[in-house]
């Protein structure tokens, strides 16, 4: 059993920070891909930014110049560093992981529970 979770989600001003992160645990065997998606109300789920085991990174056109991925492989976690939001960042923020479980035969799509990001004066 895998699971992803979520935290750092909040109500934040317009040109102000978060930091999300998600930690993945259970019994993996290696973890290939990390990354955030988001979703606003009435929207299709988004790439957000996304890091390799490999530390090949993708972002969003959206937030480029804005948000910075990075993972620490050591503690299975992913960070989403967020700076200069704006109301068009207000979303509910996924982690997803491309995970190998132990005994498992390839990699799984796994996604966490979301945190919400809102950004409003």
């Known amino acids: 059993q895998v699971q992803l979770v979520e935290s750092g989600g909040d109500l934040v001003q317009p040109g102000g920070s978060l930091r999300l992160s998600c930690v993945a645990s259970?019994?993996?065997?290696?973890?290939?891909?990390m990354g955030w998606y988001r979703q606003a109300p009435g929207k299709q789920r988004e790439l957000v930014a996304a890091?390799?085991?490999?530390?090949?990174?993708n972002y969003g056109d959206s937030v480029k110049g804005r948000f910075t991925i990075s993972r620490d492989n050591a503690k299975n976690t992913v960070y989403l560093q967020m700076n200069n939001l704006q109301p068009e960042d207000t979303a509910v923020y996924y982690c997803h992981g491309d995970i190998v479980a132990s005994g498992g035969q390839g990699s799984l799509d796994y996604w966490g529970q979301g945190t919400q990001v809102t950004v409003d004066s």
């Open positions: 259970g019994t993996i065997f290696s973890i290939y891909s």
């Open positions: 890091i390799s085991s490999a530390e090949y990174i």
